[in-house]
């Protein structure tokens, strides 16, 4: 049995599983294999391959042995484009010492004719046709001169643009081509001679995909498009040139050990007493502490938000949204899926931006107030029809009437009824809330005091169309039997009388105004002390 060996310089990546985080890459390459044992050796790899998840496979041979492997004495990586960036940025340094030179014939010509006109001009005895004609001579040549000076120093700026680029990418040559490389070695046994085509797997960390949802809503049409995309990135070393690309939301990275339930034993605990200050402040300490993580996690949370894709948000927000797939969707049993119907390119440690899903779907749209937390008026799309479009838990930058008004997060998990996506405040309908003069004050009734509250809702529809608007409030809801609230009037609103919540759901047509009341009255003791407002 003979034993040979056949390397490979260049092999091609084929598909890419590309995860959250990390990588499944599928390269091949076809070779022609002797009878017996043959070690391939697939070199120029990157570096970062996960060692234990490499797998070759082919139909034609039998695979004995696999093994990966950093060659650390070796030439550049990608040695001809480094070799052709020095070469092109040698050609470019002439170009420009060419350009220099002639600069300065321009300027020295330049003075020759300055000091033509000056002697032109005090020659005497010179006839007046012939000062003219001298004169419109040096007219024309100082015009060629001056254009010729301007079309050198243009192209004197792009030279140095292009040495600039060029510079730039031989030292990422000089950063990146002397590191190790990866070697995955192939043992292949073959009873024959004959063609094969080898296929190696690997999970490489240098990679991963961010998604983000465009949503877009145009007044009148009652639509709303939903676009997701895709921010990809890898930094294996190596550019993926026209790849098949999956982009799924499985995490290789997790754990694959099972859950395993331990006894719960129950043992008694023993209550310890505290004097009344101390238990109030033992209690509201470690609430305050909450309070405070919680404010912390919110803050940080926005500061991410605000930062990121600002540029982005403002250079994408008139573009128009085609009801065109980029993705075919699956489900499969470690998470969503998507099939770039396209071959797609990405370039090392460069993020590009890909479309995925484009859906134009039929949308219902409603205001919403709560001018008792905010006097602004909300404009809410819903989408009832949404368990096919595939969501996924994702950031949205939402887009309104072609302008940009902030972002949101989608989680199919957390929908009910229908998705509904803020589109931000509406300035056209003005909300308000003031207390009721007729309906206010305290009074004593049978030994207890009785505290009666009411307010007026005013909401005015400036807009040019109607409008539908859910109007909310609450009232108190006890949870002490020796404090009792009655409604008195809520303007044909719903009540829950579980939550307290208010609702009107409210028709407004172009111009229109209306008022709507809450009143209510709480009986308590004297000694007791309420919030009633």
Known sequence: MSNKEIVIENSCINEVRLYLSGAWVTRATKLKLLSGQTKVVIKNLCPDIDGASVFAHTAHAEINAVNFRKNYFKEPLLPQKSEEAKKELEKLREELLLIDSKISVIEFEKELLLNNRTLVSSEAGVKTEELKSASTF?????????????????????????????????????????????????????????????????????????????????????????????????????????????????SPNMSLN?????????????????????????????????????MKEEADFMEELRLEEELYMAASAAVPMMARDAASAVESSSGAEFIMSELLSVPNDEMRAFDVMVHSVDADFCHYAVPKLDKDVFLIGSIKEWQGLNLIRAEASVFYNGAYVGKTFIDPDAIKDALKISFGRDKGVLVSRHKARDFSGKKVFNSNLKTESGFVLSIKNSKAAAIDLMLLDQLPVSSDKT???????????????????????????????????????????????????
């Open 258 to 294: 099972q859950p395993n339930l331990a006894t719960w034993f129950l043992r008694p605990i023993k209550e310890v007493r505290y004097e009344r200050d101390e238990v109030v402040k033992r209690s509201a300490m470690p609430k305050a502490k909450a309070r405070l993580s919680v």
């Open 138 to 250: 040096l007219k024309k040549s100082f015009e060629s001169n001056r254009l010729e000076f301007l079309r050198l120093n243009k192209s004197k700026k792009e030279t140095e643009d292009k040495i600039r680029k060029f510079e730039l990418e031989n030292e990422v040559f000089d950063k990146y081509g002397l590191k190790p490389s990866g070697e995955i070695a192939v043992d292949v046994y073959s009873d024959k001679e004959k063609e094969i085509e080898l296929a190696i797997n690997y999970y490489v960390g240098g990679a991963f995909w961010t998604p983000f949802y465009e949503v877009r809503a145009q007044e009148g049409q009652g639509k709303i498009g939903l676009k997701l995309k895709a921010n990809i990135k890898q930094t294996s070393g190596e550019d993926w040139q026209n790849v098949r690309m999956v982009l799924s939301m499985a």
């Open 483 to 533: 404090i009792l609230v009655d409604v008195v009037d809520i303007s044909g609103a719903k009540h829950n009388k579980e939550s307290g919540e208010v609702v009107w759901m409210l028709s407004l047509k172009a111009g229109a105004s209306i008022e709507k009341s809450l009143k209510y009255s709480v009986t308590y003791p004297p000694d007791v002390q309420l919030y009633l407002d």
